[in-house]
T-cell receptor
Framework: NAGVTQTPKFQVLKTGQSMTLQCAQD?????MSWYRQDPGMGLRLIHY???????DQGEVPNGYNVSRSTTEDFPLRLLSAAPSQTSVYFCASSYSPGYSGNTIYFGEGSWLTVV | KNEVEQSPQNLTAQEGEFITINCSYSVGISALHWLQQHPGGGIVSLFM???GKKKHGRLIATINIQEKHSSLHITASHPRDSAVYIC??????????FGAGTILRVKS
C-alpha cells in the first residue's frame, strides 16, 4: 500500500497561473479531503468528497475547484493563483469519516508559493 | 471563538517528564483525533476516539463527551516525542475541524 500520495511536493507559481495538486489513495477510501495549513491558523478544510461524483465545500473553498471522477483520485485545482494561496496543502482520506475505528491518513504535503 | 481550543500552545519538558495536552471543543462531534506532525510536514493520526480512553505505548488519550474535553498524555517523555500535536474533531456532517496545535519540545 502506498497510502495517500500527493504531488508535487514543492511548487512555485506566478500570480494568475493555474495548477492542479494531485492526490491519490489506494485504500478504497470513500472519504477524501483537502486542507491548507497556515502559520497561526492551523489546518482548514478546503473541499471534501464522500464518494465518486460527490464533492462539497469546506471552510475555505474560494479560489479552489475539485472533482472526484474515481474513488482513488481527488485533484485540487487552483484556478488563478493569488499570493494568499501560498500555503502547505494536505490531502487526506478515510474509509468512513468520523466513525470510531476508521482512522484518517494524510499525504506528505505540498508546499506552494505564489509570487 | 475557535470551535476547537488546545492548551498549552507551547510546551517544553525535560526528558522523562509526564506531559499533558488538553483539547476543548464547543460543537457536537462524532469522534476526535489526536494527530502528530513532525518538522517537515507529515501528519499521523495517533488516536481516534469517541468515548473513554485509549493507550498505545507511552501515549494515552482520554475523552469526556459530556464535558467536551479530551487530553493526550505522554509518559516518560523522550526527545523523539518533540513534534506538534493537533486535536481534530469530526463535526456531524463529514467535516474535520482542527485545533491550532501544541508545539512540544522535549529536552535531553
Amino acid at each position: 500500500n502506498a497510502g495517500v500520495t500527493q504531488t508535487p511536493k514543492f511548487q512555485v507559481l506566478k500570480t494568475g497561473q493555474s495548477m492542479t495538486l494531485q492526490c491519490a489513495q489506494d485504500m478504497n477510501h470513500e472519504y477524501m479531503s483537502w486542507y491548507r495549513q497556515d502559520p497561526g491558523m492551523g489546518l482548514r478544510l478546503i473541499h471534501y468528497s464522500v464518494g465518486a461524483g460527490i464533492t462539497d465545500q469546506g471552510e475555505v473553498p474560494n479560489g479552489y475547484n475539485v472533482s472526484r471522477s474515481t474513488t482513488e483520485d481527488f485533484p485540487l485545482r487552483l484556478l488563478s493563483a493569488a499570493p494568499s494561496q501560498t500555503s502547505v496543502y494536505f490531502c487526506a482520506s478515510s474509509y468512513s469519516p468520523g466513525y470510531s475505528g476508521n482512522t484518517i491518513y494524510f499525504g506528505e504535503g505540498s508546499w506552494l508559493t505564489v509570487v | 471563538k475557535n470551535e476547537v481550543e488546545q492548551s498549552p500552545q507551547n510546551l517544553t519538558a525535560q526528558e522523562g517528564e509526564f506531559i499533558t495536552i488538553n483539547c476543548s471543543y464547543s460543537v457536537g462531534i462524532s469522534a476526535l483525533h489526536w494527530l502528530q506532525q513532525h518538522p517537515g510536514g507529515g501528519i499521523v493520526s495517533l488516536f481516534m476516539l469517541s468515548s473513554g480512553k485509549k493507550k498505545h505505548g507511552r501515549l494515552i488519550a482520554t475523552i469526556n463527551i459530556q464535558e467536551k474535553h479530551s487530553s493526550l498524555h505522554i509518559t516518560a517523555s523522550h526527545p523523539r516525542d518533540s513534534a506538534v500535536y493537533i486535536c481534530a474533531v469530526w463535526r456531524h456532517g463529514n467535516k474535520l475541524v482542527f485545533g491550532a496545535g501544541t508545539i512540544l519540545r522535549v529536552k535531553s
